[in-house]
């Protein structure tokens, strides 16, 4: 028979009584999970013996969260809940509790720590790397192929976007790329100027600055920049999209997410990484300029003069064809990083702060291969 509506929405109790062959626990009410708190009060008020039956006849329902709560509570009162009697239970409610009681062991056991050896780390490590590598690569190949497909159809480029993404990753980073290469001007001109100086060689300060800051220190300190600034935005900005499933609705309404989302920024971060070089480029000049004048007494006529004579437009072509590369590699690994992260915001930290690295990582690696190949070439 079907339980009475009264009884079933009657709050869980459970009251004991002795009698001459045992105490009896009595349930009585609804048990059930929403009312673990009142279930618990109602056990933990009784003092239980160790030799006890439980009667069910008033009962309106329980279902397996109450059971275990209830065994649970006789368990840690002395009773053995296997061989516990049971009275008065409908046939359902007698299934859970048995069901209950049958894995209770399984449900308290402690998890098994099972501690990972060194082979095992290592190899599960490089089946992460190796499938992370495999990932780049696939996106990498897709950003390709729209690139391509962009040629042919270039309806495709949404100029707005682009045009907001440029004045993001290049505009705006002008005075922090400006800021930090004047610096690292100062500090390259300071300390060649200092071991330049014990030999009367103070001149040829002019010439390591001007060919190290044009091929090599502009580029990789923009690159990082850039990498910890605008990769890391694409990343924290795709991934919130993810978050809030805005590219599942783009992909409802019939658009791709590669061109509307991913495109703009990596054309953007290509055509911006350049312009930011020569910016580098200039402003590192510019702090090894005015460094050089008090240290060196190298008057600012003449180091323009040396550097004008010495500084081939080689050096500060090779700086610069780096550029799109760089943002290349930066750009696919923040906007991939972001267009898979799961979808919850610890997971949209850890792929923010994992773009930043990998893409420095990326960026060194590129400028050691470009380094070996200009070597090669000899340019």
């Given amino acids: 028979m079907p339980a009475d509506p009264a009884q079933s ?3 869980p109790a459970a009251r004991l009584e002795a009698h001459a062959k045992g105490a009896v626990l009595r349930l009585s009410g609804a048990w059930r999970l929403a009312a673990l708190p009142t279930i618990e009060r109602e056990l933990t008020a009784l003092s239980l013996p160790a030799d006890l039956s439980v009667d069910g006849a008033s009962l309106a329902d329980i279902d397996t969260a109450s059971a275990l709560a209830l065994l649970n509570h006789l368990q840690s009162s002395g009773v053995d809940v296997k061989r516990l009697p049971l009275a008065g239970f409908a046939g359902n409610d007698s299934r859970v509790i048995e069901q209950v009681r049958m894995r209770l062991d399984d449900v308290n056991a402690p998890a098994a720590h099972r501690q990972e050896g060194l082979a095992a780390h290592i190899g599960r490590a490089s089946l992460a790397l190796f499938d992370l590598l495999i990932g780049h690569l696939n996106f990498l190949g897709e950003v390709l192929t729209q690139l391509v497909r962009l040629l042919f159809v270039p309806k495709m480029l949404r100029l707005r976007e682009l045009t907001a993404q440029f004045e993001q990753v290049c505009l705006n980073a002008v005075p922090v790329v400006s800021l930090v290469t004047l610096l690292i001007g100062v500090v390259v001109a300071y300390l060649l100027g200092l071991q330049a100086e014990k030999y009367g060689a103070n001149i040829f300060v002019v010439d390591g600055v001007g060919i190290g800051a044009t091929r090599e220190f502009a580029p990789i300190i923009v690159a990082v920049i ?11 900005q795709l991934g ?8 599942d609705a783009i992909r409802t309404l019939g658009l791709s997410p590669m061109s509307v989302l991913v495109l703009p920024r990596v054309l953007a971060l290509m055509a911006a990484m350049p312009l930011l070089v020569f910016a580098g480029d200039v402003m590192s000049l510019l702090g090894a300029m005015l460094i050089a004048g008090p240290m060196l007494d190298i008057t600012p006529p003449t180091f323009l003069a040396r550097l004008q004579e010495n500084l ?10 780096k550029a799109p590369v760089f943002a290349l590699f930066i750009s696919v690994i923040g906007c991939r990083m972001g267009m898979t992260v799961q979808r919850d915001t610890r997971a949209l930290g ?16 590129l400028d050691a291969f470009f380094a070996v190949l200009f070597q090669e070439l000899d340019i």
Avoid at 226 to 236: E, I, L, N, Q, Y
Avoid at 313 to 321: F, K, M, S, T
């Fill in 240 to 247: 919130s999209m993810r978050l809030n499933e805005e590219t």
């Fill in 350 to 365: 850890i792929a923010t702060t994992s773009t930043v690295v990998q893409s420095i990582v990326a960026v060194i690696l």
């Fill in 9 to 11: 929405l009657s709050p």
């Fill in 312 to 321: 081939e437009v080689r050096h500060v072509y090779v700086g610069l064809a």
């Fill in 226 to 236: 850039v990498a910890g600034r605008s990769g890391a935005a694409f990343t924290a």
